[in-house]
């Protein structure tokens, strides 16, 4: 996944903040809404197969935390036109964080599982990230 906060075309926007946003050392109050693209590999030029849209906020005053909402949504290949719907808590300091499968639709109905997910690349300067995300589903 490429979410790109800095960007001819960002993918990730920040769509509110509160007022002490810009001086807590979290981020704490910001949310983020993405349409960040899905690729088979870490280059942007990878062949694309499908968009995480959701959204993210940094949640804890304390640690860098973010809480996500994200539905991974399948534009190519076999599980085209099918989604995962991924939420939870998203330590990004962590080398592997554990998101839950909380559904999704067309091959993944009453889907369930988890993701473990990782940095692949981080611009600390832009935002820019690039992640790298394990999928154990089951589905029906």
């Given at each position: 996944m490429h979410d790109l906060l800095v960007a001819e075309k960002p993918t990730a926007v920040i769509v509110?903040?509160?007022n002490t946003t810009k001086s807590s050392p979290t981020l704490f109050g910001q949310v983020v809404v993405v349409d960040d693209p899905l690729t088979e590999g870490p280059e942007l030029t990878s062949q694309v197969i499908g968009k995480a849209q959701g959204l993210y906020a940094p949640s804890s005053q304390s640690e860098i935390?973010?809480?996500?909402?994200?539905n991974f949504v399948f534009t190519?290949?076999?599980f085209?036109?099918?989604t995962l719907t991924v939420m939870g808590r998203n330590t990004i300091l962590h080398t592997v964080?554990?998101?839950?499968?909380i559904g999704g639709s067309g091959t993944f109905r009453l889907a369930h599982g988890y993701i473990l997910k990782?940095?692949?690349s981080l611009d600390t300067t832009?935002?820019?990230?690039?992640l790298y995300y394990n999928v154990t589903v089951i589905h029906y």
């Open positions: 509110a903040e509160a935390s973010l809480f996500e909402a994200v190519d290949g076999k085209n036109g099918s964080r554990e998101l839950s499968i990782q940095t692949y832009t935002g820019n990230a690039v």
